[in-house]
Nanobody
């Protein structure tokens, strides 16, 4: 079992920044990749950024150059630095962990609201 707890969401003006954190616990050694997803009202959940166990990252086109995902294995925490935020970034952001056996775990989500 893996537990994920997100934090760092909130209300910010367009052009501002936020940093989300995802603290992991439990069977951490079983985790292969970590990722951030988001879900806006009335829309499907979408991948925002992924971080592999080796530290390589991938991003959705809509956030490239603005968002940076990273992981601190010493703290068992994954981060999402979000800069130049836009109103269309408003969503609930979820942390995801995928194990080597392809099992997915999700955090409870944290709300990010960007005002224009």
């Amino acid at each position: 079992q893996v537990q994920l707890v997100e934090s760092g969401g909130g209300l910010v003006q367009a052009g501002g920044s936020l940093r989300l954190s995802c603290a992991t616990s439990g069977s951490i050694s079983s985790i292969n990749t970590m990722a951030w997803y988001r879900q806006a009202p009335g829309k499907q959940r979408e991948l925002v950024a992924g971080v592999s166990s080796g530290g390589s990252t991938n991003y959705a086109d809509s956030v490239k150059g603005r968002f940076t995902a990273s992981r601190d294995d010493a703290k068992n925490t994954v981060y999402l630095q979000m800069n130049s935020l836009k109103p269309e970034d408003t969503a609930v952001y979820y942390c995801n962990a995928r194990t080597y056996s392809y099992r997915n775990y999700w955090g409870q989500g944290t709300q990010v609201t960007v005002s224009s």
